[in-house]
């Protein structure tokens, strides 16, 4: 069973900074690669980090260099610390396991959730004001 739990979303003004956490269960980590999603209003779900059980990561480009994903194994975390805001980030923030016979490193497009397993937890909201 994976348990799934965010928390570090707020409300910035553009140009600031916050760090998202995700507290995963141990299952999660030995088994899959991990990744942050995001969704905003009236909007499908998209990709925005993702990293591999080596540390290796992957972002998509709308947040390259602003963004980074870490984990810490030893407490079963993800982060996502988010520098440089822009509104256009406002979404609710998920973290996900990540299907690791797809993803590559370096490259954003192969962060996907492993097919089946519909695993979230219940997000955190990120608001960035102009």
């Known amino acids: 069973q994976v348990k799934l739990v965010e928390s570090g979303g707020g409300s910035v003004q553009s140009g600031g900074s916050l760090r998202l956490s995700c507290v995963a269960s141990?299952?999660?980590?030995?088994?899959?690669?991990m990744g942050w999603f995001r969704q905003a209003p009236g909007e499908e779900r998209e990709a925005v980090a993702g990293?591999?059980?080596?540390?290796?990561?992957a972002y998509v480009d709308s947040v390259k260099g602003r963004f980074t994903i870490s984990q810490d194994k030893a407490e079963n975390t993800l982060y996502l610390q988010m520098n440089s805001l822009k509104p256009e980030d406002t979404a609710m923030y998920y973290c996900?396991?990540?299907?690791?016979?797809?993803?590559?490193?370096?490259?954003?497009?192969?962060?996907?959730?492993?097919?089946?397993?519909?695993?979230w937890g219940q997000g955190t909201q990120v608001t960035v004001s102009s």
């Open positions: 990293i591999d059980n080596a540390g290796r990561t």
């Open positions: 141990e299952y999660t980590y030995i088994t899959y690669c």
């Open positions: 996900a396991p990540v299907d690791p016979f797809l993803f590559s490193p370096d490259n954003g497009d192969t962060i996907v959730t492993v097919k089946g397993l519909n695993y």
